[in-house]
């Protein structure tokens, strides 16, 4: 019975990541619409694209091998799962016990390398221009993202999700200087990863100074309406990873019941709401940087992350 | 006696040419204001030419002296003027396609404009267009365009990058050629001054300003005085909303949406107000030979002021907000540098030659009525790089707004329009006008029917888009879309 529970729950959590992942990429435009004074397009209009582009035919290039083809479904299965396994609303989940943050950087970054090889597989000039600058950040925020979760895994004793949810959740935690560096380097990870504002401009339509959008410039039909499911995957997956490690209430726990999982649902969406305007207001605020300063941009998550390590490593208090 | 002067006194003076001289010279006196062109003594102000002669303009920047001088060419063929003076290459190309005029010693004769799709296209223009090589260890090509993901105008950018690091770049233009200068060939001259208005939708007022100065030139008749202080109004208002844009747009490409947002308020209210004013948005074929088409209402003056005034309100934070952002200044400072010797040597106008140190402005250097009569300064700035033409445009802006109230102010009352005398006979005529962007030279000559027998409409951007190659060396790929935005050169006008 508790397996069919525990698996009852896993699954409905897959599937809500994947149903609230394109409405939150609708909520964070719909509220830099708003900021610049326009009345921008519906929270849903998302959904309808993906519709769109599902119905519509496949262009491939000439020259395109399977790997173009395939790509995007590596990259949706492994930026789903990876999502799945991030406690939204309950933690409590059958794949708990394999809820590692390492797992999940793993996953994101065999996305990330599939992604750049087909976006280099056709040979033209913006594949090859998003996916070096791609590959460029990438070699930056995963090494601080690898010191964010060694910063927390010295302070809870553990890479497991849930386990650091938990903690977090407890009286234990208190205030610490290393955490609130974690946070600040978690965010600006983040931002990197998710190819925003002032890394990389997710609206724009110049193809120069594109990094993610010019890796998927080929792309069309099925294949980008898949790509842009994962893409929202990977923003909602990192929102909901900052809300599960620093703001883990209102999580349903292991036994909980029917109640306590509508509870973690709801004040999960609050928390999507919160992080989605929080983030265009950062997109409208600033302008993007040079693609030279992002490493140091890049660079100040690592130092971040560093220092909470070390933090931590000299005082068990801090 | 100026040196213009004494070109024009080589040769042999054409009589029906007005306002400023023009001279049929000989191989010596050609060769010499080519020389001058290149020791920098004039500025190159146009070049075209027509079935049997070649026409240069040349400007005195100090003085605002011009004077046309003119090959004739039965053979089609004249010496070069690039080979001393490269801003005059593309412009010899482009006669050598629309014109079959041969420039003799010219370094470079590719085609330009003609890209082998016209009917009578030249046989070399169907090759494959011949890039200059730029040869260099791990050096890569990156070909953008001619179709761009936004909605843009067409052009083709040949970059050679070592990783991020513009080493070079090359330009191919020509996609949105219409043939204006032949569709007016024999046409009426209402009929032209429409053509005229639609060369370059943004600038399509100065375009017209232009081209009314250079009919009534010819014809020798004066606009009555409400008309030009009209045109003027016209000129300010388009100036204001393709600054606003602009401003705006820079900001946009460096992804700060806030400031695009806002200034498309402002240039929106300039709109609705021309609108309301002259019945057009944008005050298409508001202006025409011997006057304007339509008298400034009530109403409309009124909504100017109206508009004016929110301006004003408005403007000042949003220049607190572009100069307090940092991470936008980040972006535009440094970036896109024009060194002032190019900016001289080309002669370039508008935003681009005074932010670059060249301190020349049509209204003021040609002081054409009603410019002379208004008080106004010519903002110029050294530092030449993308900052520098944002700063640029906000301080014109600043000046519009006060060009505005002076209008609005002390507008004469009359007449706005007259009845064009039949020419008597062939003649000739030059009108200039400052867009936004810069200088808007037309020539023409009407026949003695009062049609157009050949009419050449020269945009600033001729002078511009090869500063645009320059500036962008050095900077890495991702800035080409800034620079390019804080060039905004025209792709319709230039290629016509």
């Known amino acids: 019975m508790a397996l069919i529970r525990d698996l009852a729950v896993q699954f409905a959590e897959m599937l809500l990541v994947l149903a609230l992942a394109p409405g939150l990429v609708g909520l964070v435009r719909k509220a830099k619409a708003r900021l610049t004074r326009r009345r921008g397009a519906s929270i849903i209009q998302p959904y309808r694209d993906l519709l769109r582009l599902i119905r519509k035919e496949v262009v491939l290039a000439e020259n395109a091998s399977w790997l173009f083809r395939v790509a995007p479904y590596v990259i949706f299965a492994a930026t789903w799962v990876a999502a799945a396994l991030v406690p939204t609303f309950a933690t409590g989940l059958m794949f708990s016990w394999s809820a590692d943050l390492i797992a999940i950087i793993a996953l994101l970054a065999s996305a990330r390398f599939f992604l750049a090889l087909a976006g280099m597989d056709v040979g033209t000039s913006f594949g090859g221009i998003g996916a070096s600058r791609e590959v460029m950040i990438a070699s930056l925020a995963e090494p601080a993202m690898l010191m964010i979760v060694f910063t927390l895994a010295l302070i809870v004793g553990s890479t497991q999700l849930a386990t650091i949810a938990g903690f977090m959740n407890s009286a234990a935690v208190g205030l610490r200087v290393s955490l609130g560096l974690a946070l600040f380097a978690l965010i600006i990870v983040a931002i990197a990863e998710n190819a925003r504002i002032p890394v990389d401009n997710p609206a724009t339509h110049l193809e120069l100074t594109m990094v993610h959008e010019a890796m998927v410039l080929e792309y069309s039909g099925r294949h980008l309406a898949v790509i842009e499911l994962a893409a929202a995957l990977k923003l909602l997956l990192y929102v909901s990873l900052i809300a599960c490690i620093f703001a883990p209430w209102g999580l349903a726990g292991p036994e909980a019941g029917l109640a306590a999982a509508l509870i973690g649902v709801l004040t999960y969406v609050a928390k999507l709401a919160v992080g989605g305007v929080l983030l265009a207001v950062f997109e409208t605020a600033i302008a993007k940087m040079r693609v030279f300063r992002v490493p140091q941009f890049i660079g100040a998550a690592l130092m971040l992350g560093l220092l909470a390590t070390l933090l931590r490593f000299f005082s068990g208090s801090l | ?496």
């Open chain 2, 1 to 496: 006696m100026t040196m213009l002067s004494e070109f024009v006194a080589g040769g042999r003076r054409v009589a029906a040419h007005r306002p400023a001289p023009r001279a049929v010279v000989d191989a010596a006196t050609w060769h010499q204001a080519a020389q001058a062109l290149g020791d920098e003594r004039a500025t190159l102000f146009g070049l075209w030419g027509e079935r049997d002669a070649a026409h240069l303009a040349l400007l005195d920047d100090g003085t605002g002296e011009i004077a046309v001088l003119s090959f004739a060419c039965p053979d089609r063929r004249f010496p070069s003027v690039g080979a001393l003076h490269p801003p005059a290459l593309r412009l010899e190309r482009a006669m050598r396609d629309l014109y079959g005029l041969v420039a003799e010693g010219a370094p470079d004769t590719r085609p330009w404009l003609d890209h082998g799709r016209w009917p009578n296209s030249r046989p070399e223009a169907a090759a494959p267009y011949d890039f200059r090589p730029a040869e260099g260890e791990s050096l890569h090509r990156i070909p953008v365009g001619p179709v761009h993901a936004g909605i843009i105008e067409p052009g083709h950018f040949r970059f050679t990058a070592g990783g991020e690091t513009v080493v070079r770049l090359e330009e191919r233009l020509g996609y949105v050629h219409k043939g204006v200068e032949n569709l007016m060939a024999d046409a009426t001259l209402e009929r032209s001054a429409q053509l005229a208005g639609r060369v370059s939708g943004d600038s399509t007022v100065a375009y017209a300003i232009a081209f009314a100065r250079a009919a009534e030139a010819a014809l020798g008749v004066d606009a009555p005085p409400r008309a030009l202080w009209l045109r003027a109004l016209m000129a300010e208002l388009e100036r204001l909303a393709n600054h606003f844009g602009d401003i705006g747009a820079i900001c946009n490409d460096a992804a700060f949406a806030l400031m695009h947002a806002h200034t498309g308020v402002l240039r929106e209210r300039v709109l609705r107000a021309a609108d309301v004013a002259f019945c057009h948005r944008l005050m298409r074929d508001g202006v025409v030979p011997g006057g304007v088409a339509r008298d400034l209402s009530p109403e409309g003056s009124v909504a100017i002021r109206a508009t004016v005034g929110e301006v004003r309100r408005r403007f000042p934070a949003l220049i607190a907000l572009y100069d307090n952002t940092a991470s936008l200044l980040d972006r535009t400072v440094g970036a896109g540098y024009l060194r002032p010797e190019l900016a001289r040597q080309y002669g370039a106008g508008g935003y681009i030659g005074r932010g670059s140190g060249r301190d020349f402005d049509a209204r003021r250097n040609l002081a054409y009525a009603p410019y002379d009569e208004l008080r106004f300064t010519v903002p110029k700035r050294g530092d030449g790089d993308v900052n520098a033409r944002v700063w640029i445009r906000i301080r014109e802006v600043e000046q519009s707004l006060d060009l505005v109230d002076q209008i609005l102010a002390r507008l004469p009352q009359g007449a706005t329009r007259i009845e064009l005398p039949p020419a008597a006979g062939a003649c000739e005529g030059l009108g200039l006008a400052e867009g936004f962007r810069g200088d808007v030279l037309v020539w023409l000559r009407l026949g003695g029917d009062g049609r157009i027998v050949r009419c050449h409409l020269r945009d600033p951007s001729w002078f511009q888009w090869p500063l645009l190659e320059a500036a962008i060396e050095g900077n890495i790929v991702a800035d080409f879309p800034l620079c390019n935005k804080s060039f905004n050169c025209s792709y319709s006008g230039h290629d016509l």
